[in-house]
């Protein structure tokens, strides 16, 4: 350990007795024992190692998940106990040494995590969601880690599978899936992490998996600019072997003028204008493939 990372590990505890469980050694009666249970490791671009630090967690039930946390470009770790229902935010330096290092406390056991930017910030934030409640928790970050806000939501659903991704609008968005009831429920967010748009569409029952991800070649339509940069929806039918490709797209919500009112105006009837709510978005079916893949996980 180098002096600096020292200096963090053994300052002064600002919050609960575990804050302090990131360590160098563990303190014994006699001598310190250096008790290492986390590598760290980076390489170069021949695949060399460049840096190699060693730290200790003192509790060894933590799940790690990875997301660019403090910005575009640099990731931190998000760690999870869901037993003693605390959460760790680890980011490092150039040298692997720790750069911030901030604790969640009070976190439900039950939660599925995930991250991205579904804010547009510029660094992603955590998602959380309890399938057993359909209730959901956003966690908004600052550069250092530290917890600038926090969101709540309610109704997603139960037993809902979470997938996120780019559905025609820059910022990450999320879907829903619910094999009981056959259908997907698109979510987005404003900058504040409002609902802003919400769309539902028939989906696929448990025979099926899905993937998100950008498998669909859009260079041509990006160049003529008639598309937009998202990800795609492939679902494979672990039964048949047949795959299929969709592409959902948020598209505009506006209101147009009914008019068969129109009639009872000119018959001189006073009617009220009526509206009919109208949203574009768009969830088409690409293609279809037969292959041999059967009881098989794709990933």
């Known amino acids: 350990?180098?002096?600096?990372?020292?200096?963090?590990?053994?300052?002064?505890?600002?919050?609960?007795?575990?804050?302090?469980?990131?360590?160098?050694?563990?303190?014994?009666?006699?001598?310190?024992?250096?008790?290492?249970?986390?590598?760290?490791?980076?390489?170069?671009?021949?695949?060399?190692?460049?840096?190699?630090?060693?730290?200790?967690?003192?509790?060894?039930?933590?799940?790690?998940?990875?997301?660019?946390?403090?910005?575009?470009?640099?990731?931190?770790?998000?760690?999870?106990?869901?037993?003693?229902?605390?959460?760790?935010?680890l980011s490092f330096d150039a040298n692997l040494h720790i750069s911030h290092y901030q604790p969640i406390h009070n976190l439900d056991a039950n939660w599925e995590v995930h991250s991205g930017d579904f804010m547009g910030a510029g660094r992603s934030q955590v998602l959380l969601y309890d399938p057993s409640t359909g209730d959901a928790q956003i966690e908004v970050l600052k550069s250092d880690l530290s917890v600038a806000d926090q969101k709540s939501f309610s109704g997603w659903g139960i037993n809902q599978a979470l997938y996120v991704g780019h559905f025609g609008i820059p910022t990450l968005n999320v879907m829903l899936y619910d094999p009981q009831a056959v259908q997907s429920t698109f979510i987005a967010f404003d900058t504040s992490l409002t609902v802003d748009h919400?769309?539902?569409?028939?989906?696929?029952?448990?025979?099926?998996?899905?993937?998100?991800?950008?498998?669909?070649?859009?260079?041509?339509?990006?160049?003529?600019?008639?598309?937009?940069?998202?990800?795609?929806i492939l679902v494979l039918n672990r039964q048949t072997g047949q795959m299929q490709q969709f592409v959902?797209?948020?598209?505009?919500?506006?209101?147009?003028?009914?008019?068969?009112?129109?009639?009872?105006?000119?018959?001189?009837?006073?009617?009220?204008?009526?509206?009919?709510?109208?949203?574009?978005?768009?969830?088409?079916?690409?293609?279809?493939?037969?292959?041999?893949?059967?009881?098989?996980?794709?990933?």
């Open 1 to 89: 350990m180098t002096k600096t990372a020292l200096k963090l590990l053994t300052g002064p505890n600002q919050g609960l007795p575990i804050d302090n469980d990131l360590s160098s050694s563990v303190i014994s009666p006699t001598t310190p024992v250096v008790v290492t249970n986390v590598n760290v490791v980076n390489f170069d671009q021949n695949f060399k190692v460049l840096h190699f630090q060693q730290y200790t967690l003192l509790d060894n039930s933590w799940e790690v998940y990875v997301g660019s946390f403090v910005s575009t470009t640099h990731d931190a770790l998000f760690l999870y106990d869901r037993t003693l229902g605390e959460g760790r935010l």
């Open 198 to 232: 919400q769309f539902t569409v028939s989906g696929w029952d448990n025979r099926w998996q899905v993937l998100i991800g950008a498998f669909l070649d859009r260079s041509r339509c990006l160049a003529a600019h008639n598309c937009s940069m998202g990800d795609d």
């Open 248 to 299: 959902f797209s948020f598209g505009t919500q506006y209101q147009v003028v009914d008019n068969r009112s129109q009639g009872y105006t000119r018959n001189g009837v006073a009617t009220m204008p009526s509206l009919i709510p109208v949203d574009a978005s768009n969830f088409s079916l690409l293609s279809t493939l037969s292959t041999t893949i059967r009881d098989e996980e794709l990933y």
